[in-house]
């Protein structure tokens, strides 16, 4: 009888274990960074978008409306620079955010966003509003506020 209570149990646990590892973490690595900020009611450059790879920077700012021309610059970036933003992300923690996080652009607050792609191929992106950025983002949306600063358009 004992023995079958032991087999029972030990069937119990193994069962437990597996579905214990039902929810798989994201294990892959990020291969590029989109950061960018947007204020609705504007007149000027009024869009600026940030594209990050581990080696290249690339800015564009741009208008709601045609009458400016969107502006781009390209610049080399080092592991550092890389490493700055990216080594301050929970991939798991960042991919379980919500799409929207309170009202980004409401009464022309602005609204500001990342978008992480690994190299599984998955992309999940993250809208919020203007200086308002998730604890969980803090350190990362500093460092590229920082990186947009280089060359801000007005």
């Keep these: 009888m004992r023995l079958f209570f032991n087999w029972i149990f030990g069937i119990i646990l ?8 039902s929810s798989e973490p994201i294990s892959s690595e990020i291969t590029q960074v989109k950061y960018g900020t947007s204020f609705g009611e504007c007149i000027g450059y009024c869009k600026h ?3 990050l790879k ?22 080399t970036i080092n592991d550092t620079t890389w490493d700055s933003v990216t080594s301050n992300l929970n991939i798991q923690d960042f991919f379980e955010l ?13 609204a500001e966003w990342i978008e992480i792609e690994l190299s599984n ?3 999940h992106k993250v809208t919020f509003e203007y ?3 998730p604890t969980l983002l803090k350190n990362t949306v500093v460092v590229l506020r920082d990186l947009m600063n280089r060359h801000n358009v007005n």
């Design 14 to 21: 193994i069962v437990g274990l597996f579905s214990s590892c």
């Design 49 to 51: 978008d940030l594209l």
């Design 54 to 75: 581990p080696s290249i920077a690339i800015y564009n700012f741009s208008s709601w409306n045609a009458t400016l021309i969107p502006e781009t610059y390209t610049e």
């Design 98 to 110: 919500p799409e929207i996080i309170g009202c980004p652009d409401c009464a022309d607050g602005g």
């Design 121 to 123: 191929g998955n992309i």
């Design 131 to 133: 200086n308002n950025e």
